[in-house]
């Protein structure tokens, strides 16, 4: 790694090297030629005289290089092959204001009734199959299956619900008319900005004596949310996970924005080897780890050699949302999978690869890679080999 030296510094913060030279005498009682070192407080103390913000920016490292050139390589789609995929829509909002409820409450409706009382509760994911009409010849009925990711609100779950609205397309803040807008709806809110997803607004528990709607829309409009008739573009649903009013129109929404906003990213190619982020995982001891997968490109297929943070292994089985083997699960699929050598993290891409070498190699350097982060954290300015000045 290069040191910074009289004359980058002098480049990254516009000062004349004489000049600079002198400023670090007095400040260092030292002498200093041209290419003499400049250790990085000295020269930030310096800069910032200037108006100047010294970062450190580290030169990657191999193993960095060699998993960026693996994931860009393994992550490039053939846009000829696209073909539309399901929404992925997360549930957020405040703890108790029925986000599992509501979620329940459309599994069962959409969800064939012998099916329902057979559903493990593995995975808080969900594929939803919701029927709308044709709209041409307004009566065949037309299939479209939705994906749902639950998020629990307590506030201790910050990261579940940033993650979350990172792997979706959709957010549905639930907020609870009794209550309206607390702490955790505004956190959700902020998380599907940041993760530039489309939001969705579901008013909930309107069935009960003390919901106070128009208070909770106003609180809402407040954050800056609106729907079109006050010049915003966010749909606004009432719902009751109790008595099932609106859910039905909470389905169309998110199909109407699947639709109107959403159907040039809504695409994957189910031809190609999967790759997706893990949503879960965790050790059993009869079953080994455990992983909810969500699928985001191509298929996963069982026997697959997967990659999954600094994990890898053979799919040894595969579940879907209803507890059920598969052996497939193509894009916006959420599954249970096992056969991972160790549980990787919540967030962690996971990549279908040809041969388990490969899988070896790029876990191999991502351990390494995670092993140097936490000591970097210590070392960071001895590890400066370049200048910026921001
Ligand atoms: P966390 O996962 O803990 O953040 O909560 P949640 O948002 O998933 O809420 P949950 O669905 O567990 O519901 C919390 C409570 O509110 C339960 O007692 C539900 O029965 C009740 N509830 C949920 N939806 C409604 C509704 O539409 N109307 C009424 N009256 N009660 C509801
Ligand atoms: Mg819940």
Sequence with gaps: TLPITVRSLSEAIGMKTGELSKRLLKETSQLYGNNSPVDFETAALIAVEKNIELIVKRQKTAEELLIEDFERLTREVDSEKLRPRPPVVTIMGHVDHGKTSLLDKIRRSNVAAGEVGGITQVIRAWSVTHKIEDPETGEKVIERPITFLDTPGHEAFTKMRARGANVTDIAVIVVAATDGVMPQTEEAVAHARAADVRIIVAINKVDAPNANVDRTRRQLYNLELLPDDMGGDIQFVETSALTGQGIDDLLNAILIEAEINLA???????????????????????????????????????????????????????????????????????????????????????????????????????????????????????????????
Excluded: H, W
């Design 264 to 390: 040039d990213d809504l695409q994957a190619d189910p031809d190609r080897p999967a790759f997706g982020t893990c949503l879960e995982a965790y050790m059993t001891s009869d079953e080994g780890v455990m992983a909810t997968v969500l699928v985001q490109q191509g298929t996963l297929k069982l026997g697959d050699i997967v990659l999954c943070g600094a994990n890898f292994g053979r799919v040894r089985s595969m579940q879907n949302d209803l507890g059920l083997s598969i052996e497939e699960a193509g894009p916006s699929t959420p599954v249970l999978i096992t056969g991972l050598g160790g549980v990787p993290n919540a967030d962690d891409p996971f990549y279908a690869v040809d041969e388990l070498t490969t899988a070896a190699k790029i876990a191999e350097a991502r351990e390494k890679k995670d092993r140097e982060a936490s000591l970097n954290r210590f070392t960071a300015v001895k590890d400066i080999d370049m200048l910026s000045a921001a």
